[in-house]
């Protein structure tokens, strides 16, 4: 079959390295809060939701205090207020934070001094101010009913849809139990899902126990290999875990989610196994305590691609580990254009020298993935693009680009969504270039990556989507 492509440009289809195309999906279902500039605003964007679905619990997510006048976390008395009798439960943009109405609270018996191991519950003179954070915003969403196997299908359509506007043909989802992912299995046996998945198993005993009696499963388009672990919290709610205190908060260390020795038996049930290990580290701490860990099993080179998740962080004696024991930082471009302005503030001048990284850490093996971890970060491909090369806001800010001695080059950019990508999921024979033999995924564009002006790199379109030669999307 021949295609025309009109003197437009071909690219591979995109690969994003760290996603959650399932939580994405379900954010489509949920009061969107991204980008809003106040806590009336959120107030606002809650009540219209509620309007139109009036019933059950109320979930939304995507606030950031940071990007507000008064940067102080809010408190729950206006949900208090407006919803008495309906449980609400709100998330930060990046997870580790969450605002609860007190009807949900109740529903979770959670209590004023109550206390809990790797989270805390937040209270003004022994009064719960509805803030939950890490561990502690599963006491509410424990309470959340679970979704029909309908919702959960919808929700991976609607991810879908977008996914492949956006030109991407495969997603690495960071983090599924495993009935989600026979869900997903029997909805691309059956065609009613297209999209090529990379599946990482959340940390949790009935994963391992599935793993243990299946194995890894490969087909086309699902491949699940990989484990995905929480080290420690995020930057933004201070929760990341740091060797020194943080800059804006002495005494204040972060914390990691479990206790060292969790993270060391995962590891030692992977390498046994030959699974790969992904894990999530922000801090300089949260990354040196994994680092060290996966050294003790990896033992110098090696093929077996365990990555750190966003390696955001890093002390400068710690990223020759990276390159000794063949660790694939795996990391986020927008994360470093949406921490900028308030990343020095938490760390100090010094220690940020090693935070967002990529040419660093590129440099240690000679090749890094890039992905997007939206629905934490928009899912536009161009803005990883974008803030790789650029390394720039939407805006132009800063003027000469943040910390520009690691910025990527437009080829290692692309590589990192494509090749790299692949190769971070064992898939580089397979998919990541266009060369004979491999999936015929591909997308159009209207622009040529390579040579599009620094700012014009966000307003370029994909016309045409293709995966397994199979249009899957076009721009009308």
Same mark, same amino acid.
């Given at each position: 079959?021949?295609?025309?492509?009109?003197?437009?440009?071909?690219?591979?289809?995109?690969?994003?390295?760290?996603?959650?195309?399932?939580?994405?999906?379900?954010?489509?279902?949920?009061?969107?809060?991204?980008?809003?500039?106040?806590?009336?605003?959120?107030?606002?964007?809650?009540?219209?939701?509620?309007?139109?679905?009036?019933?059950?619990?109320?979930?939304?997510?995507?606030?950031?205090?940071?990007?507000?006048?008064?940067?102080?976390?809010?408190?729950?008395?206006?949900?208090?207020?407006?919803?008495?009798? $309906?449980?609400?439960?709100?998330? $930060?943009?990046?997870?580790?934070?969450? !605002?609860?109405?007190?009807?949900?609270?109740?529903?979770?018996?959670?209590?004023?001094?109550?206390?809990?191991?790797?989270?805390?519950?937040?209270?003004?003179?022994?009064?719960?101010?509805?803030?939950?954070?890490?561990?502690?915003?599963?006491?509410?969403?424990?309470?959340?009913?679970?979704?029909?196997?309908?919702?959960?299908?919808?929700?991976?359509?609607?991810?879908?849809?977008?996914?492949?506007?956006?030109?991407?043909?495969?997603?690495?989802?960071?983090?599924?139990?495993?009935?989600?992912?026979?869900?997903?299995?029997?909805?691309?046996?059956?065609?009613?899902?297209?999209?090529?998945?990379?599946?990482?198993?959340?940390?949790?005993?009935?994963?391992?126990?599935?793993?243990?009696?299946?194995?890894?499963?490969?087909?086309?388009?699902?491949?699940?290999?990989?484990?995905? !672990?929480?080290?420690?919290?995020?930057?933004?709610?201070?929760?990341?875990?740091?060797?020194?205190?943080?800059?804006?908060?002495?005494?204040?260390?972060?914390?990691?989610?479990?206790?060292?020795?969790?993270?060391?038996?995962?590891?030692?049930?992977?390498?046994?196994?030959?699974?790969?290990?992904?894990?999530?580290?922000?801090?300089?701490?949260?990354?040196?305590?994994?680092?060290?860990?996966?050294?003790?099993?990896?033992?110098?080179?090696?093929?077996?691609?365990?990555?750190?998740?966003?390696?955001?962080?890093?002390?400068?004696?710690?990223?020759?580990?990276?390159?000794?024991?063949?660790?694939?930082?795996?990391?986020?471009?927008?994360?470093?254009?949406?921490?900028?302005?308030?990343?020095?503030?938490?760390?100090?001048?010094?220690?940020?020298?090693?935070?967002?990284?990529?040419?660093?850490?590129?440099?240690?093996?000679?090749?890094?993935?890039?992905?997007?971890?939206?629905?934490?970060?928009?899912?536009?491909?161009?803005?990883?693009?974008?803030?790789?090369?650029?390394?720039?806001?939407?805006?132009?800010?800063?003027?000469?680009?943040?910390?520009?001695?690691?910025?990527?080059?437009?080829?290692?950019?692309?590589?990192?969504?494509?090749?790299?990508?692949?190769?971070?999921?064992?898939?580089?024979?397979?998919?990541?270039?266009?060369?004979?033999?491999?999936?015929?995924?591909?997308?159009?564009?209207?622009?040529?990556?390579?040579?599009?002006?620094?700012?014009?790199?966000?307003?370029?379109?994909?016309?045409?989507?293709?995966?397994?030669?199979?249009?899957?999307?076009?721009?009308?």
């Amino acid at each position: 079959e021949k295609l025309d492509a009109g003197g437009k440009f071909i690219y591979p289809g995109f690969i994003d390295a760290h996603a959650h195309f399932v939580g994405y999906g379900n954010s489509l279902q949920r009061v969107n809060l991204v980008g809003t500039n106040s806590w009336d605003e959120v107030i606002e964007k809650t009540k219209e939701f509620a309007s139109v679905n009036p019933d059950g619990w109320l979930l939304g997510r995507g606030w950031d205090q940071n990007d507000w006048k008064t940067t102080d976390f809010p408190t729950n008395l206006k949900l208090n207020e407006l919803f008495p009798d $309906r449980p609400v439960l709100l998330t $930060r943009i990046d997870g580790h934070a969450a !605002v609860a109405n007190q009807k949900a609270l109740d529903l979770a018996g959670i209590k004023a001094g109550d206390t809990l191991t790797g989270g805390e519950i937040e209270e003004m003179e022994g009064t719960l101010t509805g803030i939950l954070i890490d561990n502690a915003i599963d006491l509410v969403s424990a309470k959340v009913p679970g979704q029909t196997e309908e919702q959960l299908a919808k929700a991976l359509k609607d991810a879908e849809k977008n996914c492949f506007a956006m030109g991407l043909t495969t997603i690495d989802d960071c983090g599924l139990g495993f009935a989600t992912v026979e869900l997903i299995k029997k909805m691309q046996e059956s065609g009613e899902l297209k999209m090529r998945l990379y599946v990482m198993l959340s940390d949790e005993k009935a994963n391992y126990d599935f793993a243990e009696k299946n194995g890894m499963i490969k087909t086309e388009r699902l491949n699940v290999r990989s484990f995905k !672990v929480y080290g420690d919290g995020a930057l933004g709610s201070r929760g990341a875990c740091l060797l020194e205190p943080y800059s804006d908060k002495p005494g204040h260390l972060g914390f990691l989610l479990s206790q060292p020795a969790h993270f060391d038996s995962v590891a030692n049930w992977i390498s046994s196994k030959g699974w790969q290990m992904c894990t999530h580290a922000i801090g300089d701490s949260g990354n040196r305590t994994m680092l060290n860990i996966y050294s003790k099993y990896l033992k110098g080179k090696n093929d077996l691609r365990w990555r750190i998740e966003h390696a955001q962080v890093v002390n400068q004696n710690d990223f020759e580990l990276f390159g000794k024991n063949s660790i694939i930082p795996s990391v986020q471009p927008t994360h470093a254009t949406s921490d900028m302005y308030w990343a020095g503030d938490r760390v100090g001048p010094e220690r940020v020298k090693g935070a967002y990284a990529f040419k660093q850490l590129l440099e240690q093996n000679g090749w890094i993935p890039l992905g997007t971890d939206f629905p934490v970060e928009d899912i536009s491909t161009f803005k990883t693009f974008f803030a790789a090369v650029v390394r720039k806001d939407a805006k132009g800010f800063p003027n000469g680009g943040y910390q520009m001695e690691n910025a990527l080059s437009r080829e290692e950019a692309l590589r990192g969504m494509t090749i790299w990508a692949a190769k971070a999921n064992f898939e580089e024979k397979e998919k990541g270039s266009l060369e004979k033999g491999k999936f015929a995924d591909f997308i159009i564009l209207d622009a040529d990556l390579m040579k599009t002006d620094g700012h014009d790199l966000l307003n370029i379109n994909v016309l045409k989507t293709f995966l397994s030669g199979e249009k899957v999307y076009e721009k009308h």
